[in-house]
């Protein structure tokens, strides 16, 4: 049993194509959401995306420090709620 367990865990994410040992999560459960999963939710280009940023107008972003941003889900959320009418 135990080898069963631990060939399983080497088998994570090499069925779908992700990286290898890494099991991938659906977006709508992780707590972080890519500029593109934001774009495609909002059904929004990504220009409009870095636009509405520049403006100060998007989500808070968290910026990695390989350049790449985040969006929490729950600032979405919250972003999305202020603005109702």
Same mark, same amino acid.
């Given at each position: 049993? /135990?080898?069963?367990? %631990?060939? +399983?865990?080497? *088998? %994570?994410? =090499? &069925? /779908? #194509? +992700?990286?290898? +040992?890494?099991?991938? &999560?659906?977006?709508?459960?992780? #707590? @972080?959401?890519?500029?593109?999963?934001?774009?495609?939710?909002? /059904? %929004?280009?990504? &220009?409009?995306? @870095?636009?509405?940023?520049?403006?100060? =107008?998007? !989500? !808070?972003?968290? =910026?990695? !420090?390989? #350049? #790449?941003?985040?969006? /929490?889900?729950? *600032? $979405? *959320?919250?972003? $999305?709620? +202020? $603005? &109702?009418?």
């Amino acid at each position: 049993m /135990r080898a069963r367990v %631990i060939r +399983g865990v080497q *088998d %994570i994410g =090499k &069925s /779908r #194509g +992700g990286r290898r +040992g890494m099991a991938e &999560s659906p977006p709508a459960r992780r #707590g @972080y959401l890519t500029v593109e999963e934001v774009c495609a939710e909002l /059904r %929004i280009a990504r &220009s409009t995306f @870095y636009e509405w940023r520049t403006a100060r =107008k998007a !989500p !808070p972003c968290i =910026k990695l !420090p390989n #350049g #790449g941003l985040r969006v /929490r889900r729950g *600032d $979405l *959320d919250r972003w $999305l709620d +202020g $603005l &109702s009418e």
